[in-house]
Nanobody, 115 residues
């Protein structure tokens, strides 16, 4: 079983910044990557950013140049630095850990961008 501790969500004004953090624990072997997806009610969950075990990063086009993903010092931790936020970034952000072909998911943290 994999447990997630997600933090950093909240309300921010347009143009502001937030930092999301995620720590995964439990029975985890050979993590291939960690990252974040987001979902708006009524829409599919979409990739935000992923970082592989070899530090290769992948970003959604909509966040390139504004968001930055990095791995934490502790094992199985990841951070997402989000800058120049706009209302379109409002969503529930889910931390994910990829092990082989499987993804494990956190419960999500809400990010709201509003004046």
């Amino acid at each position: 079983q994999v447990k997630f501790m997600e933090s950093g969500g909240g309300l921010v004004q347009p143009g502001g910044s937030l930092r999301l953090s995620c720590a995964a624990s439990g029975t985890i072997y050979s993590v291939d990557g960690m990252g974040w997806y987001r979902q708006v009610t009524g829409r599919q969950r979409e990739l935000v950013a992923m970082i592989s075990s070899s530090d290769i990063t992948n970003y959604a086009d909509s966040v390139k140049g504004r968001f930055s993903i990095s791995r934490g010092n502790a094992e199985n931790t990841v951070h997402l630095e989000m800058n120049s936020l706009n209302p379109d970034d409002t969503a529930v952000y889910y931390c994910t850990t990829r092990v082989g072909i499987m993804n494990f998911w956190g419960k999500g943290t809400l990010v709201t961008v509003s004046p």
